[in-house]
């Protein structure tokens, strides 16, 4: 038993594309040789799946995750929205330690922040998407 991670593109049309996970990561680490062209100045909606294998061939889903990711006008990961999505995952966290604070006033803002984070990189799936991506990963025949 093993897991592996696969990575779906979604197209404008709703298709989808599997992105060789070699291929994400060098995106991600900013290699100069890596870009996806026809995806510039775009955001791309994707989805990360772990899969659990045995024998080389997956036998259950233990994750599906959707986000939305940015291209620069190059067909690369559009740096400085990458660096706001960090900055507002941080601010996801709730307060390490309570602040002194009068009366009934809560500390709210990580709620807030979540909020506007699933708002603007994350997204839910259709059925009908979300069944074209699992047999994306099992074959034809399995939903």
Request: proline share 6%.
């Amino acid at each position: 038993m093993g897991i592996s991670l696969r990575v779906f593109l979604v197209n404008d049309d709703h298709s989808i594309q599997r992105l060789p996970l070699a291929r994400y990561e060098r995106l991600l680490q900013r290699d100069a040789e890596e870009r996806l062209p026809q995806y510039a100045d775009k955001r791309v909606r994707y989805v990360e799946v772990a899969v659990e294998l045995a024998h080389r061939k997956p036998v259950r889903i233990l994750r599906l995750q959707y986000f939305i990711l940015s291209f620069d006008s190059e067909g690369r990961i559009d740096t400085a929205e990458q660096e706001r999505e960090r900055r507002l995952a941080v601010d996801l966290l709730p307060p390490v330690l309570p602040e002194e604070q009068p009366g009934l006033v809560i500390d709210a803002q990580h709620r807030f922040a979540k909020k506007r984070y699933d708002n603007e990189y994350r997204w839910t799936p259709s059925p009908e998407l979300e069944a074209a991506i699992v047999r994306g990963i099992f074959g034809k025949n399995r939903l």
